[in-house]
Structures are given as C-alpha cells and as structure tokens.
C-alpha cells in the first residue's frame, strides 16, 4: 500500500504561510509525491507534485525531505480560496499504478 | 470551458434500480479514471481506461460495475441493481500521455444517492 499520514485537520491566517505536512515513510526510491486539494462541491485539483529536490509552481512549493520520507506543501500566502482538502498521494505499487488517497488534511483559512 | 464534464450531476434512483453516468474527458486526453468518494473520505480509485481500453480495475469493483470508453472519447460508469452501498459521489478524471505522474484534471462528480 502506497500510505501517507497527513493531520486531519489545519488552520491559518489569511495572508500568512501555510505549511502542510506529509509523512511517506514506505516511499519506493522512484515514487513521485503528489499533492492535490478538493474545495467544497467540486472535483480534485491538481496542486503540484515531485520527486527528491523542491518544486515551485504558481500554487505553491513543494519541500521534499533527503530522505525523501516527508514532504511539506507550502502556500506562500493563504487565502480565503484556500480553504479546501489537501490531499498527499502516492502511487499504489502494490497493484497496478493508481493514486491512493487518504482523508487528507481540512485547511480552514481565517480572515 | 475546456475542463471535464460529468453528467448528470445528481442522481436520486431507488435500490434495485439501474444508473449510467457519462464523462467527457478533456480533448485528446489518452487516460481517463473513474473515482468513488463518500463523505469525510478521499476518493477510491475504480477503474482506468488509456484510449478504448480498460487497463485496470480496482480489486474490490463489483461486478455489478462496468465501464466503457468507446472510441477512446467519452466514458460511460454503469451501476446494476443498485445499493444502499452505491450512494457516493462518481468522479472521473483524465490526463494526457502515457505517464502515470500525469497530473489528474477532474470533473465535478456525479452524485448517486440510493433511495
């Protein structure tokens, strides 16, 4: 089973930086890190995702420990928008190459 | 909007019942997947299609459960004598290529509740 442990739940301020972390310690040395989050009545949203060094993107940044046993997504500035599930995601190896998601972490941003 | 359509949005259908939800995936995307999320939990993989054919279906499918992707376009996820169980929002999601680090673009859900 490809699992994470992420807590259940988060709380920031808006405007202030969000760090979001992820446990991964049965990561295979070539499974990617995948971060998603889920807003209220829609579907997932792809967030960002990599491999051993950090990753930026428009949406966030993403610290990957040497180890490569944790991760840590970074919003730089949290806004109201914000507020959604954030999901940390592997790929099952176990059977086929499918994503398994947990329940993810609830971030609730306050204004 | 270029994004993935699901269609219906709701459906409210009594046990026993047959339900069809489609997806249109986002133009020439190979990959298509058919998710299952109930409430306060993370979407459960069901089955994935690259092109026409189905390449992999989660071990605990019924078979109650089929899907299709004729023409390797739109998707159809069909429920046969629905239960009490099958009440959960349907997502699909496609991706492009053949890569399995793809990032995933979902629909919005269909959500089925069994009367």
């Known amino acids: 089973d490809a699992k994470t442990t992420q807590p259940n739940s988060m709380e920031s301020n808006e405007e202030e930086p969000v760090h979001l972390p992820c446990n991964h310690s049965?990561?295979?040395?070539?499974?990617?890190i995948h971060w998603y989050r889920q807003l209220p009545s829609q579907g997932p949203e792809y967030v960002i995702h990599?491999?051993?060094s950090n990753v930026n993107n428009r949406m966030a940044s993403l610290a990957i420990a040497e180890d490569r046993k944790s991760s840590t997504l970074i919003l730089h500035r949290a806004t109201l928008r914000d507020a959604a599930v954030y999901y940390c995601?592997?790929?099952?190896?176990?059977?086929?190459?499918?994503?398994?998601f947990g329940p993810g972490t609830r971030l609730s941003v306050l204004p | 909007d270029t994004g993935v359509s699901q269609d219906p949005r709701h459906k409210i259908t009594k046990r026993g019942q047959n339900v069809t939800f489609r997806c249109d995936p986002i133009?020439?995307?190979?990959?298509l997947y058919w998710y299952r999320q109930t409430l306060g939990q993370g979407p459960e993989f069901l089955t994935y299609?690259?092109?026409?054919?189905?390449?992999?279906k989660s071990r605990l499918l019924s078979d109650r459960f089929s899907a299709e992707r004729p023409k390797g376009s739109f998707s159809t996820l069909e429920i046969q004598r629905t239960e009490q169980g099958d009440s959960a929002m349907y997502l699909c999601?496609?991706?492009?290529?053949?890569?399995?680090?793809?990032?995933?673009?979902f629909g919005d859900g269909t959500r089925l509740s069994i009367l």
């Open positions: 999601a496609s991706s492009p290529g053949t890569g399995y680090n793809q990032p995933q673009h």
């Open positions: 049965t990561i295979s040395g070539t499974d990617y």
């Open positions: 990599g491999l051993t």
């Open positions: 299609f690259q092109n026409e054919a189905q390449l992999e």
């Open positions: 133009s020439e995307h190979n990959r």
């Open positions: 995601i592997l790929r099952d190896r176990s059977y086929g190459q499918n994503f398994v």
